[in-house]
């Protein structure tokens, strides 16, 4: 089942949504006929199978299996963790895509604020990286359905949450590059988001965090890992041309 929600995510990003929908339909025919409901990976598989399908345009498809996904977190750990925010947040997006705003907002809102009560090992410090992630991807929903104001929303609650994932102390090498990734991935996400609208003064200082955060995050790990800086790259470069600075904009193209 891990494997085929694994290939139905690479699917998905190579534009094969026929295939990325085939390979779901697999994964949860295994679940189906098999007894995982101990496997500690059950509700992740399922919020990843709701997400795909809501990306690949089977939004009500999706929230059956974000409601699983719910059930079965709710079931196996209870309120507070992350699997039952993520359930809420896949829910959201469903929901989204399917024009239902008022039930959008109370998934959202319920995955918010239990994403943001789980810690990592401190108890003092809770793990955001899955929240800063999933507002993301709700800001990414919305841009999609030309709701510029709500994809504004979610993705400055995602760069708020990087902000914080930046302050936070060290915590091991795992969380730190996680931390790194999820936030320079947000800040990048909302700077892109200010030049497609054209306010392109604020998206600069943003891109330019993202790009201190990218750097750091390869500085961290292992040689030649950009942390995905090509992407922060051409947003900056568009954010110059966009205010006549073409000698910035060459230079970061």
């Not at 990976?41 to 919020?47: E, G, K, Q």
């Not at 790259?233 to 041309?241: D, E, V």
């Amino acid at each position: 089942a891990i494997g085929k929600i694994r290939d139905a995510s690479r699917q998905l990003m190579q534009g094969m949504e026929k295939e990325a929908l085939g390979s779901v339909d697999e994964c949860l025919a295994l679940l189906q006929n098999g007894d995982f409901t101990d496997d500690k990976n059950f509700s992740d598989i399922l919020y990843n199978a709701a997400k795909i399908r809501q990306s690949c345009g089977d939004a009500k498809g999706g929230l059956e299996v974000a409601k699983r996904a719910l059930e079965s977190a709710m079931a196996r750990q209870g309120e507070k963790n992350h699997a039952v925010g993520l359930a809420h947040v896949a829910m959201a997006l469903c929901y989204a895509s399917l024009e239902d705003e008022v039930n959008a907002q109370k998934s959202a809102e319920a995955g918010w604020e239990v994403l943001g009560k789980v810690p990592y090992q401190n108890p003092a410090v809770p793990n955001l990286i899955p929240r800063c992630h999933a507002m993301a991807n709700l800001g990414s929903t919305y841009l999609a359905k030309g709701d510029f104001l709500m994809a504004e929303k979610y993705y400055r609650f995602s760069a708020a949450d990087a902000q914080r994932l930046m302050s936070f102390p060290l915590q091991g090498a795992s969380y730190d590059l996680g931390k790194y990734e999820a936030a320079g991935r947000a800040l990048n996400l909302i700077g892109a988001f200010y030049v497609q609208v054209g306010d392109y003064r604020r998206a600069i200082p943003l891109c330019l965090n993202s790009l201190q955060v990218k750097r750091a995050g390869a500085a961290s790990s292992m040689p030649g890992n950009t942390q995905g800086a090509e992407e922060t790259y051409i947003t900056l470069s568009r954010a110059f041309r966009g205010i006549g600075d073409l000698k910035s904009a060459r230079q970061y193209s």
